[in-house]
């Protein structure tokens, strides 16, 4: 079992930035894929970006990539989604996610564990 919280999420205007963390416990997290994904209301949940705990190798999805980073924390055990040049189309529940699959994944369903959510909202 892993266990993911996410913190971080508020309010912030167009142009700004954001740090969203994701903390992750329990049993061989560390060999994990870690992913971001994010859902806006009404709207299907889509892939952000995605880290492999082991290697440190990313992927990003189209509407951020160049915007936004990935990184890992090993110390703190803590994920981190650096988000810049926020649009109000950012805005949505942003989802920490774990999956043991050896490779990064834009696919919700290659991933096991998923945080609560936080929300991020840019205001225009």
């Known amino acids: 079992q892993v266990q993911l919280v996410e913190s971080g999420g508020g309010l912030v205007q167009a142009g700004g930035s954001l740090r969203v963390s994701c903390a992750a416990s329990?049993?061989?997290?560390?060999?994990?894929?870690m992913g971001w994904f994010r859902q806006a209301p009404g709207k299907e949940r889509e892939f952000v970006a995605a880290?492999?705990?082991?290697?440190?190798?990313?992927y990003y999805g189209g509407s951020v990539k160049g915007r936004f980073t990935v990184s890992i924390d090993n110390a703190k055990n803590t994920v981190y989604l650096q988000m810049n040049s926020l649009k109000p189309e950012d805005t949505a529940v942003y989802y920490c996610?774990?999956?043991?699959?050896?490779?990064?994944?834009?696919?919700?369903?290659?991933?096991?564990?998923w945080g609560q959510g936080t929300q991020v909202t840019v205001s225009s």
């Open positions: 996610a774990a999956g043991n699959i050896g490779r990064v994944s834009s696919m919700v369903t290659a991933y096991n564990y």
């Open positions: 329990g049993r061989n997290f560390r060999s994990y894929t």
């Open positions: 880290i492999i705990w082991s290697t440190g190798s990313t």
